[in-house]
């Protein structure tokens, strides 16, 4: 059987998610794994996930499978990494105190997946040919991890192949998983940027619950290094500790020692630096009231952004020195690489 990063507690059916082939193959599979399975009258209002308190909600959302139909027609930009977001999946089994989704997905957060994956491509192959001859780059991970629901789906797998024949297309996702095996020995031509998000071993086991340790991401990008992909590095969010500097560097280490050093003039980290916005920091305190995550104004400072919210990030001296610290260790391990950001 294959591997299941993720097996929900219960899962739901949207109408006419049973007409799709795929919605078939999920729906046998869940059975299979003993998923109790419900029908939602609605799309778009899903009601059954128990859970009275913010926590229970939250824990309860990330526990539920949604399986429907992508009915917007329109991709979003998804300005500036790539032109627009791929809409694959929502959400994720993983259960990071700061994920960035957790302002966007409401109380419950469930996991949600298409089974129109045909008709998503062939939008795709709209807007490519829209743009011809310039490339359209899409992004597959804005709304979502892909990789926790990917056995169920195999939707990565689809949309990583659909660009491996398309001249004019570029794919590109991140992943914090580690189930890599199905993307290993499929075609790709290089058209898709596989990236991981890393950090250090104190941030992952003190904030990014239920997702993989650092060594077995490591290990993971070695065999997605193998298969010849282009890989980037989200080293994010990085943040300020007694020792950090130490537990960087071991990560670089490691990475260079693991990866197939065909990959090294292909590689791009972008670097993020811990940030927040007021409303996240009530948010994550409402479900994590426990957390230690440093989010302490008067240790910050306050950053004023586009829409009129803004963000407390590190003073203007310890974001010099942690750019400076990132650009040494990484013209050190990979100096062919490129660092597409530092924020
Ligand atoms: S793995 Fe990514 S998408 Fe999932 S909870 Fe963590 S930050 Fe959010």
């Known amino acids: 059987m294959e591997q299941f990063p993720f097996v929900p507690k219960r899962a739901f059916f949207e109408p006419d998610a049973l007409d799709y ?29 128990p859970g009275k308190t913010p926590q229970e909600q939250y824990f309860e959302g990330k526990n539920t499978m949604v399986v429907g139909i992508r009915r ?8 500036p990494s790539a032109h627009y977001q791929l809409p694959l999946n929502t959400s994720c089994s993983g259960k990071c105190e700061y994920c960035y989704l957790n302002t966007t997905l409401g109380k419950k957060p469930y996991l949600r997946v298409y089974v129109n994956i045909d008709e998503i491509l062939e939008k795709t192959q709209e807007y490519i040919n829209e743009n011809v001859p310039e490339i359209t780059i899409f992004e597959g991970a804005a709304t979502s991890d892909p990789l926790p629901t990917e056995p169920f789906t195999g939707n990565l797998a689809k949309t990583i192949e659909f660009f491996a024949h398309h001249k004019y297309g570029r794919f590109r996702f991140v992943t914090k998983f580690t189930n890599v095996e199905s993307l290993l020995h499929i075609e790709h031509n290089k058209q898709t940027r596989f990236r991981f998000s890393l950090n250090s071993d104190y941030v ?17 990008a070695g065999k997605v290094s193998e298969a010849q992909y282009p890989l980037g590095f989200i080293i994010g969010p990085i943040i300020i500790y007694e020792g950090y500097k130490k537990e960087y560097n071991r990560l670089f280490a490691n990475l ?20 927040y916005t007021k409303k996240a920091k009530n948010q994550i305190l409402e479900v994590f009231p426990h957390t230690e995550l440093p989010m302490d104004e008067e240790k910050r400072q306050y950053k004023y952004g586009q829409f009129g919210y803004g963000k407390y990030v590190y003073p203007k001296e310890s974001m010099g020195e942690l750019k400076h610290f990132f650009q040494e260790q990484i013209n050190k391990f990979f100096p062919e690489a490129e660092i597409s950001y530092f924020i």
Request: proline share 8%.
């Open 204 to 220: 992952i086991s003190k904030f990014e619950h239920s997702t993989p340790s650092l060594k077995e991401r490591i290990a993971a």
């Open 256 to 275: 260079r020692e693991t990866l197939n050093p065909k990959a090294f003039p292909d590689l791009a980290f972008e670097l993020i630096t811990h940030r």
């Open 72 to 79: 917007s027609k329109d991709f979003q930009t998804c300005k």
């Open 21 to 49: 082939p795929l919605g078939q193959k999920i729906f046998q599979t869940l059975k299979e794994l003993g998923v109790p399975i419900q029908n939602t009258p609605s799309h778009n209002r899903v009601t059954g996930i």
